[in-house]
């Protein structure tokens, strides 16, 4: 089938190549020429695992180009996806001009039966909306041409998109006439191979089925890092009870783990729309007003335990802290909503030097950090190590698993290890060298040469 998917952030370029890997034609549209210049280079504007290799594949192939061009793009097209950024507005809104101008050039160029589908996270009502705005433009076109509009949520996680597209939990199809039906059953049919994983229902629902998933997601995160100050407080560890609770097959291991807050372009601008959404027809989320509470507080939490750490060592001021890792999560370069920009902010505020090093993200946060003599950006932990007073893990990069403790050690001045994924154990991390912080379980302290082990640093 011929498809246009308009937008090549990650949802889209993700979503066209995928599309065509299963041999669909595809033509991945965007208005900024160049991000479009760069893809016909073959050059991929995110860091996505497996996305440049599918990318070039399936352009080799023919079965993927990409354009900036509607007039050309759309009456070549059966079906239109629209993946296109929605970000929050200064009331939490989903800002959705990006949605209205790509349903608009839709209703320009179309000359036959068209399918839009919005895939982009939009509020209950933009199908409606989206509806309107191409019958508007067909009247000032003097023409009448049928369409249908589609509500396809994307349900993808960076760092794993190509799996999740490729092997999707559920594809869940909002409609409202069976003919839309019928045609997104066969897009999705390659994928529904080995069973069926398809859900249709109406088009409402389909637009509140993905805030609802993403607002419960950030619940249970915020959840586990609200247990997690408290069994800080009350001698607990919160790994210990995650997997007392996780065993329960009702609750399951899931967005479990304890952290610095979570970020991304998603959950923190999902929730924050959700929360309009409900303000505008008179109800209010009062858990989602929590959830955010919570995440915003617990971005604080690393800076918090750092300054009290140094408090006794004549303060943050001077210091010189490592980060390992900067984007919000592994496997990605996203730097938006990162714990790492609140932690950075706090640090160069009191007064430290920073260096900081990640496998991807470089590039992007060097856009968003100032630049200054206070931080230097390091090719690898080793480099980071060098002469730090602390390091601080806050993204958990799997190259980060088995670090050479004894070189790091070696590198720096101080000893203090605060680990924002709860990557090791404290006990061990003791008898390394280091005073180790983590979140959510207590402390451990350098062992001295001799010095025997404290009962509860003993793994159970």
């Given at each position: 089938?011929?498809?246009?998917v308009?937008?090549?952030?990650?949802?889209?370029?993700?979503?066209?190549?995928?599309?065509?890997?299963?041999?669909?034609?595809?033509?991945?549209?965007?208005?900024?020429?160049?991000?479009?210049?760069?893809?016909?280079?073959g050059?991929?504007?995110?860091?996505?695992?497996?996305?440049?290799?599918?990318?070039?594949?399936?352009?080799?192939?023919?079965?993927?180009?990409?354009?900036?061009?509607?007039?050309?793009?759309?009456?070549?097209?059966?079906?239109?996806?629209?993946?296109?950024?929605?970000?929050?507005?200064?009331?939490?809104?989903?800002?959705?001009?990006?949605?209205?101008?790509?349903a608009?050039?839709?209703?320009?160029?179309?000359?036959?039966?068209?399918?839009?589908?919005?895939?982009?996270?939009?509020?209950?009502?933009?199908?409606?909306?989206?509806?309107?705005?191409?019958?508007?433009?067909?009247?000032?076109?003097?023409?009448?041409?049928?369409?249908?509009?589609?509500?396809?949520?994307?349900?993808?996680?960076?760092?794993?998109?190509?799996?999740d597209?490729?092997?999707?939990d559920?594809?869940?199809?909002?409609?409202?006439?069976?003919?839309?039906?019928?045609?997104?059953?066969?897009?999705?049919?390659?994928?529904?191979?080995?069973?069926?994983?398809?859900?249709?229902?109406?088009?409402?629902?389909?637009?509140?089925?993905?805030?609802?998933?993403?607002?419960?997601?950030?619940?249970?995160?915020?959840?586990?890092?609200?247990?997690?100050?408290?069994?800080?407080?009350?001698?607990?560890?919160?790994?210990?009870?995650?997997?007392?609770?996780?065993?329960?097959?009702?609750?399951?291991?899931?967005?479990?783990?304890?952290?610095?807050?979570?970020?991304?372009?998603?959950?923190?601008?999902?929730?924050?729309?959700?929360?309009?959404?409900?303000?505008?027809?008179?109800?209010?989320?009062?858990?989602?007003?929590?959830?955010?509470?919570?995440?915003?507080?617990?971005?604080?939490?690393?800076?918090?335990k750092?300054?009290?750490?140094?408090?006794?060592?004549?303060?943050?001021?001077?210091?010189?802290?490592?980060?390992?890792?900067?984007?919000?999560?592994?496997d990605?370069?996203?730097?938006?909503?990162?714990?790492s920009?609140?932690?950075?902010?706090?640090?160069?505020?009191?007064?430290?030097?920073?260096?900081?090093?990640?496998?991807?993200?470089?590039?992007?946060?060097?856009?968003?950090?100032?630049?200054?003599?206070?931080?230097?950006?390091?090719?690898?932990?080793?480099?980071?190590a060098?002469?730090?007073?602390?390091?601080?893990?806050?993204?958990?990069?799997?190259?980060?698993?088995?670090?050479?403790?004894?070189?790091?050690?070696?590198?720096?001045?101080?000893?203090?290890?605060?680990?924002?994924?709860?990557?090791?154990?404290?006990?061990?991390?003791a008898?390394?060298?280091?005073?180790y912080?983590?979140i959510?379980?207590a402390?451990?302290?350098?062992?001295?040469?001799?010095?025997?082990?404290?009962?509860?640093?003993?793994?159970?």
């Open positions: 089938m011929k498809l246009l308009i937008g090549t952030g990650y949802v889209g370029l993700v979503t066209g190549t995928c599309f065509a890997e299963m041999g669909h034609q595809v033509i991945c549209l965007d208005i900024n020429e160049e991000k479009i210049d760069l893809l016909n280079q050059v991929i504007p995110i860091y996505e695992p497996g996305l440049e290799e599918m990318v070039k594949r399936n352009v080799k192939a023919h079965r993927l180009s990409f354009s900036i061009d509607y007039a050309t793009s759309v009456p070549t097209s059966q079906v239109c996806f629209i993946t296109v950024d929605t970000p929050a507005n200064s009331e939490g809104k989903a800002d959705l001009r990006y949605v209205r101008s790509a608009t050039s839709i209703a320009e160029h179309m000359v036959d039966h068209t399918v839009i589908v919005n895939k982009s996270t939009v509020p209950i009502g933009t199908a409606k909306e989206v509806a309107q705005i191409i019958q508007k433009v067909q009247r000032k076109r003097d023409l009448l041409i049928d369409f249908d509009v589609v509500s396809n949520p994307e349900f993808l996680k960076e760092g794993n998109a190509i799996n597209f490729m092997k999707p559920r594809v869940v199809i909002g409609i409202a006439h069976p003919r839309a039906a019928a045609i997104m059953k066969e897009i999705y049919s390659p994928f529904m191979l080995s069973h069926e994983r398809l859900i249709l229902m109406d088009i409402a629902s389909a637009e509140m089925t993905k805030y609802a998933a993403n607002a419960m997601l950030a619940t249970r995160v915020s959840f586990m890092n609200e247990l997690a100050n408290l069994c800080e407080l009350t001698g607990a560890d919160v790994n210990k009870v995650r997997k007392g609770i996780g065993s329960d097959k009702r609750i399951g291991y899931s967005f479990l783990y304890a952290g610095p807050g979570f970020g991304g372009s998603c959950f923190p601008k999902d929730i924050k729309a959700f929360q309009s959404q409900a303000k505008a027809v008179g109800y209010s989320l009062e858990i989602m007003q929590a959830v955010e509470k919570i995440n915003v507080r617990q971005k604080r939490v690393l800076g918090v750092l300054a009290a750490y140094f408090a006794l060592k004549g303060g943050l001021k001077g210091k010189t802290i490592g980060l390992l890792g900067l984007a919000f999560k592994p990605t370069d996203d730097m938006r909503e990162a714990a920009l609140v932690l950075i902010e706090f640090l160069l505020e009191s007064g430290c030097h920073l260096r900081l090093y990640d496998p991807a993200a470089m590039a992007n946060a060097k856009r968003l950090l100032p630049e200054t003599k206070t931080i230097t950006w390091c090719e690898n932990e080793l480099e980071v060098d002469g730090a007073d602390a390091l601080v893990l806050l993204t958990e990069w799997k190259q980060f698993r088995f670090l050479d403790f004894g070189a790091i050690r070696a590198k720096m001045k101080g000893i203090a290890f605060f680990d924002g994924r709860n990557q090791y154990v404290p006990y061990e991390m008898k390394k060298g280091f005073d912080f983590s959510g379980q402390p451990a302290y350098a062992h001295k040469p001799g010095e025997e082990e404290f009962s509860n640093e003993i793994p159970l």
